[in-house]
Structure formats: structure tokens, C-alpha cells
């Protein structure tokens, strides 16, 4: 079964740093760009970064950029998102998506976790 | 960044009635590889979304085929052809032909 499973998350005071993980399953993991998108509560869904299979290219939302880093790791089937100087802002919960595509079709995001959440506050 | 903008908000509709919801672009959404990098997802109530529909009309693997995308340029629509019970959460369309990818407010859809 192709299965992304979160964690991470937690409680952190602003300022503060938290590193989740997204741990892959049931596909060949290497072969596949990445992402985090993450959603405030009551709120709608936000891209947060990219990275690509071999992680030669990885991308940031605005509002992440200088803050956030995301990387990966094929040998663990792993994927990561450290989070520096959080905001209160950056309260939500995270996802990681996986990207697909084929030689004819780009996917998009076809395989999302069930989610880790993240609360910045004092 | 481009700005996607979907109608209705809301939407209450009959078990087996159809639906229909809005989404446009501020840019176009066609590439100059000829493809249009529009998407359609599904969140239901407490589950992470899951993908619909991709490049504006393809119905993804299990989708049913109630489910119909169209459109092109900066204006496009997913049709429920008849809503059933299972199909209540909420809509986002969500453009990825460029950085950053934006999604729509998102479209809540309640069964009557």
C-alpha cells in the first residue's frame, strides 16, 4: 500500500524550531519530487516547498523562504521539513504530498499523508 | 503570484442532483509545452485532500465518473453529475504552472 506517514509536529514557542518527517511506503520513493502543503485551522490549503527526486531542486513559498528547509533522504525513504524562527503564523497542519508524473501526464499531487500538526504559540 | 478564484463558497445540493463549481485563474493556466496545469482535489471531513482530477479534465485512478472537469485559458469547471452522500467536503482547484502553486478558498459542498 502507498502510505506517507507524518510526524513531528508539536507545541513550540515562537521563535522556536521543530523538524517533521514524512516517512514513505509502498512505492519507490527516490523516483519522486516531493512536497509540504499545509492548511491553518478553518483555513484553505498552502504550498510550502518542493524538492525534487535527487534533490538538485527544491523551491519555497514566500512566506517559508530563509526559514524553512526542506530535505529528503532515499536511503531512509524519508522526507523533512525543518522549521526555524516559527511564527505564530505557521500554526497548521502539515502535509506531505507526493508529485507524480509520466512520460504523458503530470500528476500533481496523488498521494498526501494524513498530516502532523504544528502550534506556535507562548 | 497567480490567483485562483472559486464559486460558489458553498454549496447544498439534492443526493442525485447535479453540481457545479467555478474556478479562474488571474493568468493563464496553459503551458507552452501545450499542457494546462489545473487540478482539482477533495478533502473530505477530517481526511487530507485527495486528487480528483488532473491537467483540467482527467478523472485520477478510482475517481468516479460523475466527476468531470473542463475549461481552459483562466476559467474552469468541475461538474458532479449526481452528487451522492459520499461526495460532501470541500473543493479546491489548485494551479501548478507557476511558483508558487496556489489553490483556491476552496468550495464547501453539504448534501441536503
Known amino acids: 500500500e502507498v502510505q506517507l506517514v507524518e510526524s513531528g509536529g508539536g507545541l513550540v514557542q515562537p521563535g522556536g524550531s521543530l523538524r517533521l518527517s514524512c516517512a514513505a511506503s509502498?512505492?519507490?520513493?527516490?523516483?519522486?519530487?516531493m512536497n509540504w502543503v499545509r492548511q491553518a485551522p478553518g483555513k484553505g490549503l498552502e504550498w510550502v516547498s518542493y524538492?525534487?527526486?535527487?534533490?538538485?531542486?527544491?523551491y519555497y513559498a514566500d512566506s517559508v523562504k530563509g526559514r524553512f528547509t526542506i530535505s529528503r533522504d532515499n536511503a531512509k525513504n524519508s522526507l523533512y521539513l525543518q522549521m526555524n524562527s516559527l511564527r505564530a503564523e505557521d500554526t497548521a497542519v502539515y502535509y506531505c504530498?507526493?508529485?507524480?508524473?509520466?512520460?504523458?501526464?503530470?500528476?500533481?499531487?496523488?498521494?498526501w499523508g494524513q498530516g502532523t500538526t504544528v502550534t506556535v504559540s507562548s | 503570484d497567480i490567483v485562483m478564484t472559486q464559486t460558489p463558497l458553498s454549496l447544498s445540493v439534492t443526493p442525485g442532483q447535479p453540481a457545479s463549481i467555478s474556478c479562474k485563474s488571474s493568468?493563464?493556466?496553459?503551458?507552452?509545452?501545450?499542457?494546462?496545469?489545473l487540478y482539482w482535489y477533495l478533502q473530505k471531513p477530517g481526511q487530507p485532500p485527495q486528487l480528483l482530477i488532473y491537467?483540467?479534465?482527467n478523472r485520477f485512478s478510482g475517481v468516479p465518473d460523475r466527476f468531470s472537469g473542463s475549461g481552459s485559458g483562466t476559467d474552469f469547471t468541475l461538474k458532479i453529475s449526481r452528487v451522492e452522500a459520499e461526495d460532501v467536503g470541500v473543493y479546491y482547484c489548485?494551479?501548478?504552472?507557476?511558483?508558487?502553486?496556489?489553490f483556491g478558498q476552496g468550495t464547501k459542498v453539504e448534501i441536503k
Open positions: 493568468q493563464s493556466l496553459l503551458h507552452s509545452d501545450g499542457k494546462t496545469y
Open positions: 504530498a507526493r508529485d507524480s508524473n509520466n512520460w504523458n501526464y503530470y500528476y500533481g499531487m496523488d498521494v
Open positions: 489548485m494551479q501548478s504552472i507557476q511558483l508558487p502553486w496556489t
Open positions: 524538492i525534487s527526486s535527487s534533490s538538485s531542486t527544491i
Open positions: 509502498g512505492f519507490t520513493f527516490s523516483s519522486y519530487s
Open positions: 491537467e483540467v479534465s
